[in-house]
Each structure stands twice: as structure tokens, then as C-alpha cells.
């Protein structure tokens, strides 16, 4: 199976799109790391580094956007949601200016840079922003159809990518629906709803759940908002409990979300694997997944925990 | 410049002053002072500078001003309403519930207003986002954008210069507002910023000092502002906060407070008195 970072997927796909689409590419002194680099060799005139000013560069994004232009930003979550937190709020969110923020060095597989790099708070500081779509790919393929989507879809755009390399999960023939959800397992017993990193994850604990026996449904929520909550009511009426699994703290991010429709919509246990609000730490990513349970084997335990309670 | 152009300016900008009183008076809460001491340089730039339609407020090849400092808000409803952009009348629901005039420039629901601002330091980024995107359309409007002199010790005001400065925006005029006041006391007490010109002048800028109530000195300093080539333009007006009102000029206390009907009729009753000067 395929392997590639989010954030790799996303500068290929940049620079690919920006042959069909006229917009313009800003970064704060990381396009090695963004990958918008790759773009900047291919349109050195339509990329503008904006230098180490992360609020700036919101500003200066929305200003572009009010003449009709176009503007893809980029730098690291921590410093585009966590930073740039009010910009976007204000000078993006606030106006519905056509902003499309791609965030890289998502959540905890940022690694050995440690707590201040690794930003699990950012789908939640984006998704109470009115108007804002939040999207958290899961593959390469995911990757390249959400930031399409995003160039021709009208409104600001929060796009989640991650620096560590991740499997495909979806083949090349992958059609991207924004708001509607991926089932890429059917199952009875338990419904594993993933976004992001954590997608591949819940494949592999729904194999080992099939191993004991349960049949685990698997939901890839790539948009975070809109909701998709149609399938949702699905997953808490037909099997009765739900697992949500995302690399973000289990506060207000896709277990927050989820919790909040399904209570709404057709409440069923709902437990969240995520970052039990904490801040992360030094380390190489497999053991810090392991450290953070972010971990086929703690989605496994969870599944049969949610089991558990629907039949108490 | 002509006497009689002169006279007309000072007249619109009376006019706009009382716009000011009167919205601000009717929302019984806003910020006078800081818009006040804007009136003679917002007039100025719609009446003279800019190029820009009322009828179209949103055409693509207009001049954009970006208030930067949006608590002046009363100020640009006024020059806007003075233009034709809004009926005058409307200036009474300023901040009332299901107004389009909100408490600070909404450019979604108000014609003519290019930029949504309040939160100090934003506006001037976007306005560096207009400029560098017209150069990248290789497009002849020019952005004027109005900083307040408080405003100014945020931090990203100078990332804003700074990006401005790198990017070579001579299409950038910046307008510091100078009046010395904000919340909480003087400027130079709360956080002294000063001084501006050589502080513009070491981020690269043109810098032109200017007294912001003397229509020949704004104008000779919007040419030049035009005349520059490779760099944005400061122009550094020094105001006096609450001008035109006598109690309120250089008053603290009028930052951020409504005069009451008494105080209202004695602003009125002043300005009225200089539109018959």
C-alpha cells in the first residue's frame, strides 16, 4: 500500500492545480516543510513568502481575497488556527472571505519538535468559527480532492494536514464529496467514525475486531464541518454505538462534534480516542502514538467498552 | 489650492462632523474623539483623492480605503452617507439591531466599506493584501489605509510595514492618526510608540508630516503619496482627537463615550455655527 504524508500530497497537488486555477500561494517562512515549495519553483511569481508573521499574512491573505483573487495560505497548524487564531476569525471568517487556510504539522505526528509544534486544538478553534469548512484528509488521494474542492467552492476553507507519512485508503478511482462521509467498512455491532491520521487505524482495528467476532462499521468524516449527520443517525440507529478517533484533543474536535449531533440526533454511547487533554511531548511518532493511545488496539478497546454500555 | 474648493471641503467636513455627533449621539454609546479627529482626512480622500463610484461601490478597478482603526466607524458612515453611498438618515440606527451600520465596519452589509475591521491591526494587513494584489493584476487602483497612532503598538501593525516595505507596494498610502489619546490616557504614557517618522522611515516608507485639519497639506501629500515609485507612502497627520467640538477636543474621557442631549445640543450648536462660517 501506497505511503504518503498529507502535507507531500497536498504541495503535489498544489502545484498540479495551479495550472487549471488561478490563485495565488503565501507561506510564513516553511514552504521546505509545507510543501508549497514545490509550487514556488513552478510559479515563482504567484507564491509570496510573508516571512515569520503568521497574523499578517491572514491579514494581507484577506485583503487579497477581497479584490477576487484567490488566496492559498500555509504554515503549521500550531501557528496558523493557535496563532492566527483571531485573524481568521475576524478578518476571514467574520467577512466570508475566500480564503483557503492548509495547515500542515497537524496534531502529535509532528514528533520530536514536542508540545509547542504539536497542535491538537486546531479543529476545534476552526470549527466554532461561523461559515468556516474544516477538512482532515486521511490519504493522498483525499488530499488532492479537498483542495480542489476548496478552490472551487466559495467561502474559507480550514484544510488539516499532517507531516507523517500515512497508507492510502482510498483507491485512485476515490470521487471526494464535501460534507458526505466515506464508509469504507460496513459493519453491525459498533460504528469507528475516523478522520484524518487515524483513518487507516480504524481499518486496522475493525479487522482485529472481526477477529473477535464484531463487526465494526467504519465512517472516514474527512469534513469535520459541515457535519455529514445523516450518517451519523445512521451509524447510532443501526449499531448502536459509535468510537470516534482523531488525532486532536478529544475536547471540542470530531468527538466533540460527533457527541454534539449524535445527542441531538439519536443519543448512543459515544467514546473518543484523541488526546485525553494533554499536551504531548518529544519523541518519535510511533512511540508517541503509542504513549497518547492513538492505537488500533486502544480504538479496539473502546469499540468493545461502547459495545459494553449500549447493552447495560 | 482654489479658496472656493477650500471652503467646500471645510463645509463637508463640518457636515460630516455632524453626521458623527448625531449617529453617535443616537446610538448613545460609539468613539467621537477618534472619529472626529479623521473627518477633514476621510472628506478628503472621498471627495478629492479617490477614485471610486457610489453608484458602484463595488467596482473592481476602484481606490479602497481600509479603515484600520474601525472604532472610528461614525466617521466612515458619515463620509460615506455624505457621498452618496447611504441615505444620511440611516446614520440614526448606528449600532441598533438590524442595522447594516454595526458598531464597526461591516464590508458585507454597507456599501462602500472595502474591509471589515474593529480589531486593531487587521485592517492594515488587508490593506497590504489589496495593494500586493493589484500589483500582482498589474491593476492601477491605489489603497489608502488609516491607522490609528494607539493602534499602532500592536505588534502586527509593523508586520503589516514590514510586508508592505518588502513588497514594494507604492500603491500603499498609509495615514497615521495622530491625535495622541487612547483608552486608558495619553499614548506616550500608556505605550509610547513614538517617534512615527523615523520609525516609517527606517521600515523604508516615504514619510510625509502633515497637520491633519489643513486640506493643502493633505493634498500636496496625497500627490506625493502618488508620485512615489518603489516604496509605500506614511503620511504622519497630527490631529487633534475630538476636533471641531470644543469640550471634546483632546479629551481622554471622549475615546469611547456618547454625549448626552445636552452635550449633544452644544456640539450641534457648534458645528451648525461653523457651517455658516
Not at chain 1, 484577506?62 to 492566527?84: K, L, W, Y
Request: with cysteine; charged share 20%.
Amino acid at each position: 500500500m501506497a505511503k504518503m504524508a498529507t502535507r507531500e500530497a497536498y504541495g503535489n497537488a498544489l502545484a498540479q492545480l495551479g495550472e487549471k486555477y488561478d490563485f495565488v500561494v503565501l507561506d510564513a517562512d516553511l514552504a521546505a516543510a509545507t510543501k508549497t515549495g514545490i509550487f514556488k519553483k513552478k510559479y515563482p511569481e504567484r507564491f509570496f513568502d510573508c516571512g515569520i508573521q503568521e497574523a499578517n499574512m491572514m491579514g494581507v491573505a484577506a485583503g487579497i481575497a477581497t479584490t477576487g483573487r484567490i488566496p492559498v495560505v500555509s504554515t503549521f497548524a500550531m501557528f496558523a488556527a493557535g496563532r492566527a487564531y483571531e485573524p481568521i476569525r475576524n478578518a476571514i471568517g467574520y467577512p466570508h472571505l475566500n480564503v483557503k487556510i492548509c495547515a500542515t504539522h497537524a496534531g502529535i505526528t509532528v514528533g520530536e519538535d514536542g508540545a509547542t509544534h504539536q497542535c491538537n486544538e486546531d479543529i476545534a478553534l476552526m470549527r466554532t468559527i461561523p461559515g468556516m469548512t474544516v477538512i482532515c484528509p486521511a490519504d493522498q488521494a483525499e488530499t488532492a480532492a479537498a483542495l480542489e474542492t476548496a478552490l472551487t467552492t466559495d467561502g474559507p476553507f480550514y484544510i488539516r494536514l499532517g507531516r507523517f507519512a500515512v497508507p492510502d485508503v482510498h483507491g485512485e478511482d476515490y470521487r471526494f464529496t464535501l460534507g458526505k462521509s466515506d464508509l469504507l467498512r460496513a459493519g453491525t455491532d459498533v460504528t469507528v467514525v475516523a478522520t484524518g491520521f487515524m483513518v487507516h487505524l480504524a481499518l486496522e482495528a475493525a479487522e482485529k475486531l472481526q477477529e473477535s467476532g464484531v463487526s465494526a462499521r467504519v465512517i472516514d468524516m474527512h469534513t469535520v464541518k459541515p457535519l455529514d449527520r445523516d450518517a451519523l443517525l445512521a451509524a447510532a440507529k443501526e449499531t448502536g454505538a459509535i468510537v470516534t478517533a482523531e488525532e486532536h484533543s478529544v475536547i471540542g474536535g470530531l468527538g466533540g462534534a460527533v457527541s454534539e449531533a449524535v445527542a441531538e440526533l439519536c443519543p448512543v454511547p459515544v467514546l473518543k480516542v484523541g488526546l485525553n487533554d494533554t499536551f504531548g511531548r518529544s519523541g518519535n511518532v510511533p512511540a508517541l502514538l503509542e504513549r497518547y493511545g492513538l492505537t488500533s488496539d486502544q480504538i479496539v478497546q473502546k469499540a468493545l467498552a461502547a459495545i459494553a454500555m449500549k447493552r447495560s | 489650492m482654489e479658496k472656493s474648493k477650500l471652503s467646500q471641503l471645510k463645509k463637508t467636513a463640518t457636515n460630516v462632523r455632524i453626521g458623527i455627533i448625531e449617529s453617535v449621539h443616537s446610538a448613545k454609546s460609539g468613539h467621537p474623539g477618534g472619529s472626529l479627529s479623521i473627518a477633514d482626512i476621510l472628506t478628503y480622500l472621498y471627495f478629492e483623492e479617490m477614485h471610486i463610484d457610489p453608484a458602484d461601490p463595488k467596482a473592481p478597478g476602484r481606490d479602497r480605503l481600509v479603515l484600520s482603526k474601525g472604532h472610528a466607524a461614525p466617521a466612515l458612515y458619515s463620509v460615506l452617507a455624505e457621498r452618496g453611498y447611504l441615505p444620511k438618515s440611516d446614520l440614526l440606527t448606528l449600532r441598533k439591531i438590524d442595522s447594516y451600520l454595526q458598531g464597526h465596519p461591516d464590508m458585507k452589509h454597507t456599501p462602500g466599506v472595502d474591509m471589515t475591521t474593529g480589531s486593531l491591526g487587521l485592517g492594515i494587513s488587508a490593506a497590504c493584501g489589496m495593494a500586493l494584489s493589484a500589483k500582482i493584476g498589474n491593476e492601477p487602483y491605489r489603497t489608502y489605509a488609516i491607522l490609528g497612532d494607539g493602534e499602532s503598538e500592536e505588534g502586527q501593525v509593523w508586520e503589516a510595514l514590514m510586508f508592505a516595505s518588502h513588497y514594494h507596494l507604492d500603491n500603499l498610502c498609509v495615514i497615521l492618526d495622530w491625535n495622541g489619546l487612547q483608552i486608558d490616557g495619553p499614548v506616550e504614557q500608556v505605550m509610547n510608540n513614538t517617534p512615527y517618522a523615523e520609525k516609517f522611515a527606517s521600515f523604508g516608507y516615504e514619510v510625509v508630516s502633515v497637520d491633519a485639519h489643513d486640506f493643502e497639506q493633505l493634498e500636496k501629500a496625497f500627490a506625493k503619496a502618488r508620485q512615489t515609485k518603489g516604496r509605500p507612502t506614511a503620511i504622519i497627520a497630527k490631529s487633534v482627537k475630538g476636533k471641531g467640538v470644543s469640550f471634546m477636543e483632546n479629551q481622554v474621557g471622549w475615546h469611547g463615550a456618547a454625549p448626552n442631549d445636552e452635550q449633544y445640543e452644544q456640539a450641534m450648536a457648534e458645528l451648525t455655527a461653523a457651517l455658516k462660517a
